[in-house]
């Protein structure tokens, strides 16, 4: 039976998605919702689905993040609102594509290539042509207001951190912690809020709870039990990776 997961950060469209499958494909096995890329990233290690149909914009990682980091190990439909960046780089044909709000027709033309593929047995299409040009279209500067300053608190104190000063952020089930060369503090946003708020790529996720600022990084090494640490420039701390966000330093 084929089987399949979907990773979008809102429930609607993925209630959506999940009904029209079972409309137009009712043999497809849903082995999976997911609410953010590290989570689907996850399911496809672990599941091996014939498709992952992944959200572009995601917390933790991108929808191209993850296909980048599965590595082939799945089928690649990519869902998106954003015409403007995205549709070009599709029409490459290395993979396809589903512009949101998805019709049922659309999303019949889709399963009906992945099916061919699935009965002659053709491996998953190689992404890296349509992801290199995705990424360049996806960083470019948008319209929406992003995060200069961090108000933190610590104790009775309100602090101000100017972003590029921030180091990493660490966040628990209550609070996140804001951590600059010589101070820090505490908010109450959690990393998926920051997210919103910040550049692509102004910090990279290297584990479900920590952010580091890349220009931070001193070096990155392996324990001995070969996990990965980074190592920063100006704070003794050292943050785990986990192995969600390996990938990020595979030349290792």
């Given at each position: 039976m084929p089987t399949a997961i979907i990773a979008d950060d809102e429930d609607l469209p993925r209630s959506d998605l999940r009904r029209m499958l079972a409309i137009v494909w009712p043999e497809l096995t849903i082995l999976a919702d997911c609410e953010d890329g590290g989570d689907a990233l996850d399911a496809i290690v672990k599941l091996q689905p014939d498709v992952a149909f992944l959200d572009i914009r995601m917390p933790e990682l991108s929808g191209l993040d993850v296909a980048r980091a599965?590595?082939?190990?799945?089928?690649?439909?990519?869902?998106?609102a954003y015409d403007s960046h995205a549709i070009e780089a599709f029409q490459l044909g290395a993979t396809d594509y589903l512009l949101k709000?998805?019709?049922?027709?659309?999303?019949?033309?889709?399963?009906?290539?992945?099916?061919?593929?699935?009965e002659t047995g053709h491996s998953a299409p190689d992404l890296l042509q349509v992801m290199a040009e995705l990424d360049k279209r996806l960083r470019q500067p948008e319209p929406s207001e992003k995060i200069r300053w961090i108000s933190a608190n610590?104790?009775?104190?309100?602090?101000?951190?100017?972003?590029?000063?921030?180091?990493f952020f660490e966040s628990d089930l209550r609070y996140t912690r804001v951590v600059s060369a010589s101070d820090e503090g505490h908010i109450r946003s959690s990393l998926k809020e920051?997210?919103?708020?910040?550049?692509p790529d102004q910090f990279w996720q290297i584990h479900r709870?920590?952010?580091?600022?890349?220009?931070?990084?001193?070096?990155?090494l392996r324990d001995e039990f070969g996990n990965i640490?980074?190592?920063?420039?100006?704070?003794?701390?050292?943050?785990?990776?986990?192995?969600?966000?390996?990938?990020?330093?595979?030349?290792?």
């Open positions: 599965s590595a082939g190990k799945s089928r690649i439909v990519f869902t998106t709000p998805i019709t049922q027709d659309r999303l019949s033309q889709t399963l009906t290539r992945i099916k061919a593929q699935l610590s104790g009775n104190t309100i602090k101000l951190f100017p972003i590029e000063e921030v180091l920051l997210q919103k708020g910040l550049a709870g920590t952010m580091v600022n890349p220009h931070a990084i001193a070096r990155a640490v980074v190592l920063l420039k100006e704070h003794t701390a050292q943050l785990k990776v986990s192995q969600t966000y390996a990938w990020r330093f595979k030349g290792m």
